[in-house]
C-alpha cells in the first residue's frame, strides 16, 4: 500500500490557474503509475490524467486535454496536476490515486485502484 495526501485545492475564478500536490509515502514510488480522478456532487466519480511510472505517457481526459499537465517527481515522492483556463465544470473534489505496474490508460479504467488520497476541493467560480 501507499498512503496519499492531496494538497492545493481552493477557490479560483474561471480562467485561473491552480496546482495540486500529492505527497505518497510508504512503498516504492516509482513502482506506482499516478493519476487524479474527481467527483462534483451529485455525479460519479471521473478520470482527470494519468501519468506512468517513469514519468512519460501522460494520459488526459477529453474535457481537460490541452489545460491541465501532470507531472511526478520521484525524488520528491510526488505528483502534480497543473490546471489552467479552469472552468467551473471544474469544480469538484480531486484525489489522487496510484496502481502499481499499470499503464496510464489501464489506471485510468481501473475499477479496483486500491491507492487513494482523502480528496481536495476545487471550487470554480463564474
Known amino acids: 500500500q501507499v498512503q496519499l495526501v492531496e494538497s492545493g485545492g481552493g477557490l479560483v475564478q474561471a480562467g485561473g490557474s491552480l496546482t495540486l500536490s500529492c505527497a505518497a509515502s510508504?512503498?516504492?514510488?516509482?513502482?506506482?503509475?499516478m493519476g487524479w480522478f474527481r467527483q462534483a456532487p451529485g455525479k460519479e466519480r471521473e478520470f482527470v490524467a494519468a501519468i506512468s511510472r517513469s514519468g512519460g505517457s501522460p494520459y488526459y481526459a477529453d474535457s481537460v486535454k490541452g489545460r491541465f499537465t501532470i507531472s511526478r517527481d520521484d525524488a520528491k515522492n510526488m505528483v502534480y496536476l497543473q490546471m489552467n483556463s479552469l472552468k467551473p465544470e471544474d469544480t469538484a473534489v480531486y484525489s489522487c490515486?496510484?496502481?502499481?505496474?499499470?499503464?496510464?490508460?489501464?489506471?485510468?479504467?481501473?475499477?479496483?485502484?486500491?491507492?487513494w488520497g482523502q480528496g481536495t476541493q476545487v471550487t470554480v467560480s463564474s
Open positions: 490515486a496510484a496502481e502499481s505496474y499499470v499503464t496510464p490508460r489501464n489506471l485510468a479504467a481501473s475499477r479496483s485502484i486500491g491507492n
Open positions: 510508504g512503498r516504492t514510488f516509482s513502482n506506482y503509475a
